[in-house]
T-cell receptor, first 113, second 109 residues
């Protein structure tokens, strides 16, 4: 069966520090991968999605970036965090076939001080 | 306006039925989805409905779809305290999902 792992679960970082959140998927090949941010426990904002290695689509302009160095690995990064980057970050995957649901990781709670 | 609208809160008593509503603007989605998010956790896929269906039942869950009015609802029968969570509806936009703002369901004993 397929599983998705995100880490770390919780992160506290100072303003201006770098960020690296990692997400890996097991049990499937060539998945679509997604990064979302959820502010204040409410709606989800799609940040990035990827349909293949090295292919990243950005949905909103910001100081975050994403990379997909391997088929089942998706990384969210920042060179300098802002206070507004605080939130709950969720990784998700779906099968590459059309009309497939997304499956979510457990999320990373990021607090910027 | 928002692509997907949901009411923010719903409060019910244990044992009652809960109905969570969702309206959306895009009519081309093949599937529509309901997700559940418990506090501090990721989203869990609850159920989904094919766009040419009117209703789908899955144990305590019933999904109703009115495609003409672009209205989707989730009914939870015999609601339990463990059902307290945020519920999101979502539709497909090519290879992405567009989520509603979520409805916080509070079940009191």
């Amino acid at each position: 069966s397929q599983t998705i792992h995100q880490w770390p679960a919780t992160l506290v970082q100072p303003v201006g520090s770098p960020l690296s959140l990692e997400c890996t998927v097991e049990g499937t090949s060539n998945p679509n991968l997604y990064w979302y941010r959820q502010a204040a426990g409410r709606g989800l904002q799609l940040l990035f999605y990827s349909v293949g290695i090295g292919q990243i689509s950005s949905e909103v302009p910001q100081n975050l970036s994403a990379s997909r160095p391997q088929d089942r690995q998706f990384i969210l990064s920042s060179k300098k965090l802002l206070l507004s980057d605080s939130g709950f970050y969720l990784c998700a995957w779906s099968s590459a076939a059309l009309n497939q649901p997304q499956h979510f990781g457990d999320g990373t709670r990021l607090s910027i001080l | 306006g928002e692509d997907v609208e949901q009411s923010l809160f719903l409060s019910v008593r244990e044992g009652d039925s809960s109905v969570i509503n969702c309206t959306y603007t895009d009519s081309s989605s093949t599937y529509l989805y309901w997700y559940k998010q418990e506090p501090g956790a990721g989203l869990q896929l609850l159920t989904y409905i094919f766009s040419n269906m009117d209703m789908k039942q899955d144990q305590r869950l019933t999904v109703l779809l009115n495609k003409k009015d672009k209205h989707l609802s989730l009914r939870i029968a015999d609601t339990q305290t463990g059902d307290s969570a945020i519920y999101f509806c979502a539709y497909e936009d090519f290879q992405k999902l567009v989520f509603g703002t979520g409805t916080r369901l509070l079940v009191s004993p």
